[in-house]
């Protein structure tokens, strides 16, 4: 049994920062990887990030490249989105999502776990 607790959410004005945390359950959580979504209203779910339990990581598009970074800290199970230089259009809620297996790390089928989500409202 895995549960994910998002925190870190809020209202932040363009150009500003916020960091996401996923507190994660369960003793195994090293050997899983972790990724980042998120979801408008009237949009899909989007990948954001995924980082392996060997530490590699990959950015969901350009539009975040250079400007977040996922990191995690296994000793305290928990996963980490730093997300800089703000934009309106990153508003969405944020999800953060466990994969048991090695493969299909931007897709939402991949992900066993999800939580329940933390609002992310950029300002202009």
């Known amino acids: 049994q895995v549960q994910l607790v998002e925190s870190g959410g809020g209202l932040v004005q363009a150009g500003g920062s916020l960091r996401l945390s996923c507190a994660a359950s369960g003793r195994t959580f090293s050997i899983y990887t972790m990724g980042w979504f998120r979801q408008a209203p009237g949009k899909e779910r989007e990948f954001v990030a995924s980082?392996?339990?060997?530490?590699?990581?990959?950015l969901g598009s350009d539009s975040v490249e250079g400007r977040f970074t996922i990191s995690r800290d296994n000793a305290k199970n928990t996963v980490y989105l730093q997300m800089n230089s703000l934009k309106p259009e990153d508003t969405a809620v944020y999800y953060c999502?466990?994969?048991?297996?090695?493969?299909?790390?931007?897709?939402?089928?991949?992900?066993?776990?999800w939580g329940q989500g933390t609002q992310v409202t950029v300002s202009s």
């Open positions: 980082m392996r339990w060997n530490g590699g990581s990959l």
């Open positions: 999502a466990l994969n048991r297996g090695l493969v299909g790390v931007t897709s939402v089928a991949r992900y066993d776990y």
